[in-house]
């Protein structure tokens, strides 16, 4: 198959596009580098069966050729990149992902939407199944990812129920692992740097809300799943091991044994206070459940992140201040 990866060059995306490739397909990488890294695709230089294109998906997207499947991953991700670009996260959301359906109605592929656990918002009910509609603020800082997302589910099923196009939609639960970017905002990336370089650990609120951690390659692997499944209505990808803020930070301090310690920050707005994904319709459909557990994933993303320190690339991280 001929495949596009929008966002190649992101965290998700460089890995999706590594697994597209050792399954034997030819990739056509998207990105335009406002989020991603080439560092995250440089490995695949040489490969005849990628190509990089830099573009934004906001606007037309024009491929020549046969076009079988699209990844479309473009966004930015991480609350600090969102609440920095909130006109770019909604154009991305929106005109993005009506420009990857046209492509895709175009060339009659399959298309395969990243959307998330956002669209849950706060959520009321805990875990959250797929048929749970969310809480969700429109209006507050966060909203511009939520919405965005939700718009981009809404038009996803719109196109395949009025044009026939064949699409999936995959809500990625939190993902950590190598290639998230050392100053990337979000809460493992953070803890860990901050640790490595001894300086304390940011912990917003009273550290009580959770989340559930999902190792990068899990989550891989449940996006191939899910994109060759006959599954047209969203599936949670995400692992269901919820930890609090304050758990996940002592994990990591006692894994790291740096010795710094824990520094309270206001919580941000609309910090949903619990979030742990209902896998079993991704079990039943798609036969995929986790097998990293957190111990092995933070050792792995560790030793990602100590070696970029050992190379110098590793300063304080962004925190969040609404
Ligand atoms: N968080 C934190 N310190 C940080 C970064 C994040 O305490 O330096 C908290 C944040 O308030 C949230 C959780 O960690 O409750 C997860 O935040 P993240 O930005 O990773 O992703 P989210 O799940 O909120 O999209």
């Not at 304390?200 to 692997?221: A, N």
């Not at 269901?240 to 010795?259: D, M, N, R, V």
Request: glycine share 10%; aromatic share 8%.
């Amino acid at each position: 198959m001929r495949i596009l990866v929008t966002g190649a060059a992101g965290f998700l995306g460089s890995h999706l596009t590594d697994r597209i490739l050792a399954e034997g397909h030819s990739v056509i990488g998207m990105d335009n580098l406002i989020t991603g890294s080439l560092d995250n695709i440089q490995h695949l230089d040489g490969e005849s069966r990628f190509e990089f294109v830099e573009h934004d998906v906001t606007r037309y997207i024009d491929l020549e050729g046969q076009l079988d499947g699209i990844f479309h991953f473009a966004s930015p991700a991480s609350p600090v990149d969102y609440l920095e670009l909130p006109i770019q996260t909604l154009k991305v959301g929106a005109l993005g992902t009506h420009n990857a359906l046209g492509l895709a109605k175009e060339k009659s592929a399959r298309i395969l939407l990243a959307s998330t656990s956002e669209v849950y918002g706060d959520p009321l009910v805990h875990p959250q199944p797929e048929s749970y509609w969310g809480n969700v603020n429109p209006i507050g800082p966060r909203g511009v990812y939520d919405e965005a997302k939700r718009f981009a589910e809404a038009i996803t099923m719109a196109y395949q129920r009025f044009h026939g196009v064949d699409t999936r939609i995959v809500r990625i639960f939190n993902t950590y692992g190598p290639r998230m970017r050392p100053n990337d905002g979000r809460v493992v990336s953070n803890f860990i740097v901050q640790s490595l370089l001894g300086e304390p650990i940011t912990v917003y609120g009273d550290g009580s809300q959770s989340r559930s951690f999902c190792f990068v390659s899990d989550l891989i692997d449940g996006i191939w799943r899910l994109f060759q499944s006959d599954q047209l209505t969203p599936v949670n990808i995400g692992n269901p091991g919820e930890y609090t803020i304050l758990q996940l930070a002592e994990i990591i301090l006692s894994t790291i044994e740096s010795g710094t310690e824990i520094r309270r920050l206001p919580l941000p707005t609309d910090d949903p206070k619990v979030r742990r994904p209902e896998i079993g319709l991704a079990r039943s459909v798609l036969g995929w459940e986790p097998k990293v557990d957190l111990e092995e994933g933070l050792e792995r993303t560790i030793a990602y992140f100590a070696e970029l320190q050992s190379r110098g690339l590793l300063a304080s991280p962004p925190v969040l201040t609404d």
